[in-house]
């Protein structure tokens, strides 16, 4: 009898599971209706480069920040610029050089001499969207003001703090050619991103219709095609997108198998020197959640997981010199993980 009604009571709780996942999903499909959109109004511009302009996304769906690694010339300022536009929100571009300081960044207090009183100059970091252009080109500490304004979400100035703009999204880029003069971020600023994306080349058809494009010389205007208050609004219902506690597990199992790939019978443990911190587990689900709605589901499939798990982790996991010599890299490591981990 006890048994019997305990076997109610859980189909009961799997029917009432089922219906709000419904009832996500529905609201999901109405509200990303727009991505369509806004992708489409971002590639009157972008040529190719989809793989950016989903991430872009991600990151400001799931509240994360964006480091991009990839050589010059492939568009990363138009692609953040233009989605700036496409949303109708506040955009600053901003050039790491050697001799930048913290308060060409956040601003500064200006003394008036009538009053007697101090003002504030807020710095170009007060804008929804920020681009940090070559990055590792500024010395240490202008790092750190960045990084904190990312993750503090505010900025003091004298006595005074402010809060920043909502949706606030960083994307930094670095060069992997010029190393000359360069302070690269510590692992533990690396960590902050959410996403480090590797942005290629395009391919030979794009390459040809993006040399005709800048020939014609077209001015090709981007409308707003949404508001920030829809993406504030979007980002809510990406935080209630069901994801399933096996899958849960199955994040947690990949994390853990970068730090003890052993115990999981991959066998790269002499190639990895550091696992990924807790943040990657925090970021794959957010990411996995953000990709999820992107797609119009109102729930996360494990290929959700593999889909934007390399873009999560290949910042997070170092490798030691053995791996370095064999010329492997940091993706190739967690492919590995990633074939190995069972999948719920």
């Keep these: 009898m006890l048994h019997r009604m305990g076997i109610d009571n859980q189909q009961k709780e799997e029917e009432i599971m089922q219906t709000d996942i419904q009832q996500i999903t529905k609201a999901v499909e109405e509200k990303s209706r727009y991505v369509k959109t806004l992708t489409d109004e971002i590639e009157k511009i972008m040529v190719g480069q989809h793989y950016l302009i989903e991430r872009l996304l991600i990151g400001i769906l799931a509240n ?56 504030v100059n807020k710095g170009p970091l007060f804008s929804n969207i920020i681009l940090a252009d070559e990055i590792n080109r500024a010395p240490a500490k202008v790092q750190s003001a960045l990084l904190e304004a990312m993750q503090e979400r505010q900025i003091t100035i004298g ?66 095609v949404t508001s920030p208050q829809e993406i504030v609004e979007s980002r809510d219902l990406v935080d209630h997108i069901y994801i399933d506690d096996k899958l849960q597990d199955y994040i947690v199992d990949i994390v853990f198998a970068t730090r003890d790939p052993k115990a999981y019978g991959i066998d790269v443990e002499e190639m990895i020197a550091y696992g990924a911190s807790p943040r990657a587990s925090i970021y794959l689900n957010q990411a ?57």
């Design 64 to 119: 994360g920040h964006i480091l991009v690694e990839g050589v010059p010339g492939l568009a990363k300022t138009t692609a953040v610029k233009t989605l700036a536009q496409a949303i109708a929100i506040t955009f600053r571009r901003i050039q790491f050089t050697p001799d930048l300081l913290p308060a060409d960044l956040m601003g500064t207090q200006i003394y008036l001499p009538k009053t007697g009183d101090f003002t």
């Design 159 to 224: 006595d005074e703090t402010f809060k920043l703009e909502d949706p606030f999204l960083v994307m930094a880029t670095q060069n992997p050619i010029e190393q000359e003069g360069t302070y690269p971020l510590p692992e533990a600023q690396l960590d902050r991103f959410m996403l480090k994306l590797r942005v290629s080349y395009p391919t030979k058809k794009e390459e040809k219709e993006i040399m005709q494009r800048i020939a014609d010389r077209r001015s090709i205007d981007i409308n707003p």
């Design 288 to 344: 996995a959640k953000a990709y999820a709605f992107l797609q119009g589901r109102g729930y996360v499939t494990p290929q959700d997981v593999k889909s934007i798990g390399l873009d999560v982790l290949r910042h997070r996991v170092l490798l030691t010199y053995e791996a370095e010599a064999e010329e492997l890299t940091s993706d190739d490591i967690i492919m590995k993980i990633f074939d190995n981990v069972e999948v719920p």
